[in-house]
C-alpha cells in the first residue's frame, strides 16, 4: 500500500524558516518524481514544487522561487520542502504527492502538514 | 500568467447529470495539456478521478467520466449522487515541469 506521512509542519514568525519532510513507503520512491501541493484554509489546491526521480532536477510555482527548496533522498525514502523567508500567505496545509510523469497527473496524496506563518 | 478556469460553484438533482468544465484564460485546452480532475470532500485529502483527459483512476465509479469539449476539459458525472458533493479541481499539464490548478468547482447535490 503506498504512504505518503507528511511531517515538519507548525508555527513559525515570517521570515523564519521550516523544513517539511515525507515518509514514502509501498512503492519503489527511486522511480517517482514527487511533488508538493498546498492548500491555504478555505482556499483551492496550489501546486508548489516537482522533482524527479534521481533529484537531478525541480521546478517551481512562480510564488515561491527563490524561497522554497525541494529535494529527496532516495537512500531514505524521504521528500523534503525547505522554506525559507516564510510569508503569512504560505500559511497552508501542505500535502506531499506522487506524480505520475508518464501521464502527467497525481496519483498518491498523503495526508498534508500545516505550516503556519505568523508573528 | 495562464490560469486555468472552473465554474466556481454547480448544483445537481440526486440521479441528474451535471458537466464540470476546465478552460484556459488564453487558448485552448488539448491533450498535451494532460488534463486530470480531483474530488476533495471537506477535511480530506484529495483524490485523484481522471487522468489524460478520460482515464479512470483506480476505483472510481464509472458515472464520472472525462472528455474534451473542444476548447475544454470537462468532467460529467452521471446519475449523481448525495456523496458526490464536494470540490472538484482540475489540473494541467504547461510543460516546463510545471503544473496549474483550476480555482475548483464547489459542487452541490440537492
Known amino acids: 500500500e503506498v504512504q505518503l506521512v507528511e511531517s515538519g509542519g507548525g508555527l513559525v514568525q515570517p521570515g523564519g524558516s521550516l523544513r517539511l519532510s515525507c515518509a514514502a513507503s509501498?512503492?519503489?520512491?527511486?522511480?517517482?518524481?514527487m511533488d508538493w501541493v498546498r492548500q491555504a484554509p478555505g482556499k483551492g489546491l496550489v501546486w508548489v514544487s516537482r522533482i524527479n526521480s534521481d533529484g537531478s532536477s525541480s521546478t517551481y510555482a512562480d510564488s515561491v522561487k527563490g524561497r522554497f527548496t525541494i529535494s529527496r533522498d532516495n537512500a531514505k525514502n524521504t521528500l523534503y520542502l525547505q522554506m525559507n523567508s516564510l510569508r503569512a500567505e504560505d500559511t497552508a496545509l501542505y500535502y506531499c504527492?506522487?506524480?505520475?510523469?508518464?501521464?502527467?497527473?497525481?496519483?498518491?496524496w498523503g495526508q498534508g502538514t500545516l505550516v503556519t506563518v505568523s508573528s | 500568467q495562464t490560469v486555468v478556469t472552473q465554474e466556481p460553484s454547480l448544483s445537481v438533482s440526486p440521479g441528474g447529470t451535471v458537466t464540470l468544465t476546465c478552460g484556459l484564460s488564453?487558448?485552448?485546452?488539448?491533450?498535451?495539456?494532460?488534463p486530470s480532475w480531483y474530488q476533495q470532500t471537506p477535511g480530506q485529502a484529495p483524490r485523484t478521478l481522471i487522468h489524460?483527459?478520460?482515464t479512470r483512476s483506480s476505483g472510481v465509479p464509472d458515472r464520472f467520466s472525462g472528455s474534451n469539449l473542444g476548447n475544454q476539459a470537462a468532467l460529467t458525472i452521471t446519475g449523481a449522487q448525495a456523496d458526490d458533493e464536494s470540490d472538484y479541481y482540475c489540473v494541467l499539464y504547461m510543460g516546463s515541469g510545471v503544473s496549474v490548478f483550476g480555482g475548483g468547482t464547489k459542487l452541490t447535490v440537492l
Open positions: 489524460s483527459t478520460n
Open positions: 509501498g512503492f519503489s520512491f527511486n522511480s517517482y518524481w
Open positions: 504527492v506522487r506524480y505520475n510523469w508518464n501521464s502527467d497527473y497525481f496519483d498518491y
Open positions: 488564453s487558448g485552448s485546452v488539448s491533450t498535451t495539456n494532460y
